[in-house]
């Protein structure tokens, strides 16, 4: 699949665009704080229905303006598409002219796989990154399980501040169970996506990552979850210990998974260059993930190419794309790398 023209309008330093975009390799180059960045948001935006830097959604509309809209044409192999986004009090999207009632209708209509400077801290951090990642696969491949998770945590919440109203004002513990029950009706669910999930990128990878890294490192991946069988009888198990701390201990928004490179924990023993690696594997195999399950090849965004990577391992990393849409920006222009070029400039191309 690939985006054929990308529209903004008041977009963050975009007054007025309108590009057409090749189907393989597109190269955005400029100086800092031009607006590379932006232009992914705006695609970023198209497939998750969010931005990834922020969650208020005013600071897209260009300063002192009231409205933005963001336009995207897509084609895939067996149809075409458009995505508008209005983004002004809220947040309105259409897709081909008729206005989407769920967010999560957007979710899948173009598929994206994200690689930006950051993206190796999903290595370093603590879990919350990589349930990010493990969360933004599945979600587009499987909307329902985007609307599993937003439910989860809402009820997380709720149960929580009920977990401190038992503490602190003597209400009646039993009245947890409701919660409880939702907890793990949407727990159950969340846990066995990602457990098949992390089955398939255990699966692939090692394969991935033996070519990157020309047969010297054998990765593994390992699902840390605390779920047991019995979600339910868990949660009362710990229902003393919730009490006492004022939130959830047990349950899938603890969830995690550990990454090993030749048997041992790579975020404590693997070097950043071994970090680094791995995280393309981890990209990579997502790529292949998607692509599997929707027979053909996802769009890939790439923020800041030249900072993240080295230049053998950038090349290593292009090699293996093929046919992708792929969308880079970098600071200057790539030295062996074809594709459509296009210069960026305070909010210009
Ligand atoms: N709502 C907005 N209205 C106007 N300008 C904005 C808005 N939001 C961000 N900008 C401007 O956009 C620019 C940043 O754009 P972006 O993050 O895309 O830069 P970049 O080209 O990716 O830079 P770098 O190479 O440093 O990553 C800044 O100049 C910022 O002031
Ligand atoms: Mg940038």
């Not at 695609?43 to 998750?48: D, E, K, P, V, Y």
């Not at 599997?292 to 090349?315: A, Y």
């Amino acid at each position: 699949m690939y985006i054929q023209k990308l529209k903004l309008h008041q977009f963050r330093n975009y007054e007025s665009l309108e590009i057409e975009l090749d189907k393989e390799k597109n190269i955005f180059y400029g100086n800092n704080a031009q607006g590379k960045t932006n232009l992914l948001e705006a695609i970023f935006l198209s497939g998750f229905a969010k931005s990834f830097r922020t969650q208020k959604e005013k600071e897209l509309i260009q300063s002192g303006k009231d409205e933005a809209i963001v336009e995207i044409i897509y084609q895939r192999k067996d149809r075409d598409g458009k995505i508008r986004i209005e983004i002004g009090e809220k947040k309105t999207f259409f897709i081909n002219g008729i206005k989407v009632k769920k967010l999560s209708e957007i979710l899948g209509k173009i598929n994206l796989v994200f690689f930006y400077p950051d993206s190796i801290e999903m290595i370093k951090q603590g879990p919350n990154k990589r349930r990010k990642f493990l969360d933004m696969m599945i979600g587009q491949l499987k909307p329902s399980y985007i609307y599993y998770c937003n439910q989860y945590l809402k009820t997380l919440e709720q149960r929580n501040i009920y977990l401190r109203q038992i503490k602190f004002d003597n209400k009646p513990e039993e009245m947890l169970e409701i919660w409880d029950e939702k907890l793990a009706e949407y727990g159950e669910k969340i846990f066995n996506e990602r457990k098949i999930y992390l089955e398939k990128i255990a699966d692939k990878i090692e394969k991935i990552h033996k070519e990157i890294t020309e047969n010297k490192e054998v990765i593994s991946i390992k699902y840390l979850s605390s779920y047991h069988e019995n979600y339910l009888k868990e949660l009362k198990t710990k229902r003393k210990i919730d009490i006492q701390k004022g939130f959830t201990t047990y349950g899938i928004h603890r969830d995690d998974f550990l990454v090993f490179l030749n048997g041992k924990d790579l975020s404590a023993f693997g070097s950043q260059g071994q970090q680094r690696s791995s995280v393309i594997s981890l990209k990579l195999t997502e790529l292949a993930i998607i692509e599997e399950e929707i027979g053909e090849k996802p769009i890939l965004l790439l923020d800041d190419f030249m900072s993240e990577l080295d230049e053998n391992r950038r090349n290593r990393f292009l090699e293996k794309i093929t046919q992708n849409q792929v969308i880079i920006t970098c600071t200057e222009k790539l030295k062996g790398i074809d594709g459509k070029t296009f210069h960026v400039q305070n909010g210009r191309i």
